[in-house]
């Protein structure tokens, strides 16, 4: 089998290399890794050639090429079915595909106002309204996973998975801005940030020195959108 390789921004600041990069750790396959840090020159000279979307993360396998971090997902899954992705049972499957992917294209609050900073750390922080929608959202949606499909442990839906993937950076803007959250989901952040694989990209992420300053909000900061 041809080797993979996931290239990715700076774990610091990279929402997306996070998801594409958990899935692929998650397979069990040897693979390696490329980072390129986002927002420089070297960044633009060297991903027109990695990737046809120009962005990061992309998988390459041989002369294969995925792009996307929910297509990532699907594709490890593929190649190691043996691991757990998604539930089995029909309308779990169907709930976390739906979470899923609504996370693929929605939660724009969040995204624009809080971005993802591994190393932040920021507190007392009003929410705006969008910020204060995403955070109602994802609360219930973490809720009625956990609630209807989680018993088998931890995560989502039970074992850590695809859904929890794509979640992962959620967790993480929720840490960083200290977002207060009910307490089946603050469990459930718990359990992710605590996750190996996860601590293993924020241990990465803490030896970084890299600034990309649109994910910086002001130290003086006092409301999130």
Known sequence: MPALKIVIG????????LRGWLAVAHSGLVFEEELLPLDTPEFHERI???SPSRTVPALLHGDAVVWDSLAIIDYCAHLAPEHFWWPKETKAYGYARSITAEMHTSYMGLRSHAPMNLRG???????????KADVEKVQNRWSTARTRFGSGGEFLFGN???????FAPVVARLLTYSIEVDDICRAYMDAVRNHPLVDAWYKDAAGETDIVEMDEIPADATRLG
């Open 10 to 17: 700076n774990k610091t600041y990279s929402s997306w290399s």
């Open 48 to 50: 027109g050639a990695l």
């Open 121 to 131: 750390n920021w507190s007392g922080l009003e929410l705006g309204e969008a910020v």
């Open 160 to 166: 850590f998975g695809a859904a929890d993937m794509m």
